[in-house]
């Protein structure tokens, strides 16, 4: 069975602080997919980004950046120089191959305050 | 225009009322879902359709009852509800079941008094 874990429920840092966000899964399958989502406010969750169990390379994309260990199971995600607009709440997600849902983790909530 | 669009974004339902939810996706994608949140819970899966057919039911009680007409639009009729079926529901949709990652609408967010 699959499972993704956040352990952190709440997260509060002042604007242009660095922040990471921990995800651990657990999964029996050697495929797999792992996911980020964002939730605002207004409640869509957001597509950040997606990555596969063969590639391990770390990702930047502007002030993001995911860091994916097998060793440890987890797939971390960085916001770098924090800004209110990052206030959400982050999905963890994983998806077996071959299987056509997401198991998603119970989200962190982060509060970016001025 | 959104790429996936929920009708009504908000819903108030007494117990003994029947009312349904309603999605459409403008992305030319062929799989769509039903998720459900609730406070304090991790997204959880409801019904999967790929190519309008329902592929996933994820132990849903009967009181939900989907309905997908075409690869564009999907339904959730709501009869005899509970209160504890309070939550945001989520519609998404996806390239095809198993393929590309999710696209979600905004939620509509019930509440059975």
């Known amino acids: 069975a699959q499972k993704v874990t956040q352990a952190q429920t709440e997260i509060s840092v002042v604007e242009k602080e660095d922040v990471t966000l921990d995800c651990v899964y657990e999964t029996r399958d050697t495929t797999y997919y792992l996911f980020w989502y964002k939730q605002p406010p207004s409640g869509e969750l957001v597509f950040l980004i997606r990555?596969?169990?063969?590639?391990?390379q770390n990702e930047i994309s502007g002030r993001y950046s995911w860091n994916f260990q097998k060793s440890t199971s987890s797939f971390n995600f960085t916001i770098t120089a924090s800004q209110v607009v990052d206030s959400a709440v982050y999905f963890c997600?994983?998806?077996?191959?071959?299987?056509?849902?997401?198991?998603f983790g119970k989200g962190t909530m982060l509060l970016v305050s001025p | 225009e959104t790429g996936v669009t929920q009708t009504p974004r908000h819903l108030v339902m007494g117990m003994t009322n029947k009312k349904s939810l309603k999605c459409e996706q403008h992305?030319?994608?062929?799989?769509m879902y039903w998720y459900k949140q609730s406070a304090k819970k991790p997204l959880e899966l409801m019904f999967v359709?790929?190519?309008?057919?329902?592929?996933e039911n994820n132990s849903v009680p009967s009181r939900f009852s989907p309905e997908c007409p075409n690869s564009s639009h999907l339904f959730l009729h709501l009869h005899t509800l509970q209160p504890e079926d309070s939550a945001l529901y989520l519609c998404?949709?996806?390239?095809?079941?198993?393929?590309?990652?999710?696209?979600f609408g905004e939620g509509s967010r019930l509440t059975v008094l």
């Open positions: 992305l030319g994608h062929n799989a």
């Open positions: 997600a994983l998806s077996e191959a071959g299987y056509s849902t997401l198991t």
């Open positions: 359709y790929n190519f309008k057919e329902q592929t």
């Open positions: 990555r596969n169990s063969f590639d391990e």
């Open positions: 998404a949709s996806s390239q095809e079941a198993g393929y590309g990652e999710l696209f």
